[in-house]
């Protein structure tokens, strides 16, 4: 069974920083693009990156580009964000996402909330 596990959400200050990580299993991760993707209160499902086996990262979202990063572990089947200089809008929930067996996989998400 596929399962995708996201952590490392939580309150934080403008400006401040946080770094996702998503858990995978089920699956042979080291072979499959991963993506990030984020979800705002209201709004709809947003790509932010897509990471690729060997972990070359394509950007989808121009809001977050020169603060977020993503990356993978293939040793560790983990995939990260990390995001600095968050932002009031950064607030939502934070997905990772895998494309398996013809649909999208997801996690349940890990929010992130953006308040001061």
């Known amino acids: 069974e596929v399962q995708l596990v996201e952590s490392g959400g939580g309150l934080v200050q403008p400006g401040g920083s946080l770094r996702l990580s998503c858990a995978a299993s089920g699956f042979k991760f080291s072979t499959y693009d991963m993506r990030w993707v984020r979800q705002a209160p209201g709004k709809g499902l947003e790509w932010i990156f897509t990471i690729g086996p060997g972990g070359g990262v394509t950007s989808h979202l121009s809001s977050v580009q020169g603060r977020f990063t993503a990356s993978r572990d293939n040793a560790k089947n983990t995939l990260y964000l990390q995001m600095n200089s968050l932002k009031t809008e950064d607030t939502a929930v934070y997905y990772c996402?895998?494309?398996?067996?013809?649909?999208?996989?997801r996690g349940q998400g890990t929010q992130v909330t953006v308040s001061s």
């Open positions: 996402e895998v494309p398996y067996g013809g649909s999208r996989v």
